[in-house]
């Protein structure tokens, strides 16, 4: 049975989305996090990394309208081999819940089993990482993929996570590639996870990752 550290036991998931000069896609995907109806209690938490674009007003009027909306920056005077890492453990430490939701801004949700589905799943006490994804040809359905320990998903975490940015590309056989659209981590092993974010993996290894996860999925 995983701990219960929960800060606040009304927030039941915490979704933190780090953006970067995105102010067109933020103004347009953002409201869909927001908006879900649901019957999950959750919060939105948004962390832009420096970004010199419109996403700082985008973000002061979504906050006036949406009370369930948190945000909070990466200064740029902050070195760091990962600002995306350093960005995610900023999201992290600012979340209510024990279940942290790592969220793509490029990919809403578009049902509200989105997060009452996860919600379901983080709730028996059993996994420590749950991955959720979009149906292809129907975006109304999700499916869920589950770890009872972080090991296990770590090679996900790592081929999808990539620094190139290719990890998230393609439709076809999504689960099979571990192309998810979130992923739900506990508190327990938030920060282990985020290690495993923005890493160069080329080669062989990138490799052995994609078989290592089709075979998984």
């Not at 800060?7 to 995907?29: F, G, Y």
């Not at 420590?128 to 589950?146: A, C, G, L, W």
């Not at 990890?167 to 985020?194: F, P, S, T």
């Amino acid at each position: 049975m995983l701990n219960d550290t929960t800060k606040n036991t009304n927030i039941q998931l915490s979704v933190v989305i780090v953006v970067h000069n995105e102010d067109t896609v933020l103004a347009e995907n953002l409201p869909a996090f927001l908006n879900m109806s649901c019957d999950t209690p959750y919060e939105v938490i948004v962390v832009d990394d420096t970004s010199n674009d419109n996403t700082s007003d985008i973000l002061k009027q979504l906050k006036e309208e949406y009370p369930t909306l948190h945000t909070t920056f990466l200064p740029k005077s902050v070195a760091n081999p990962s600002r995306l890492q350093l960005a995610l453990y900023i999201g992290a430490k600012a979340a209510k819940s024990n279940w942290i939701v790592i969220a793509d801004i490029h990919r809403p949700p578009r049902s509200s089993e989105w997060i009452d589905g996860l919600a379901r799943e983080t709730a028996s006490g059993i996994s420590e990482v749950v991955m959720i994804y979009t149906n292809r040809k129907n975006p109304e359905f999700v499916d869920y993929q589950s770890f009872s320990q972080l090991e296990d998903a770590i090679p996900l975490l790592q081929k999808t996570e990539r620094r190139s940015g290719k990890g998230h590309q393609g439709q076809l056989l999504k689960m099979k590639r571990g192309i998810y659209d979130a992923v739900a981590i506990h508190r327990n092993c938030i920060y282990e996870a985020i290690r495993q974010y923005d890493q160069h993996i080329k080669g062989s290894k990138l490799m052995g990752l994609r078989m290592l996860v089709f075979w998984k999925s």
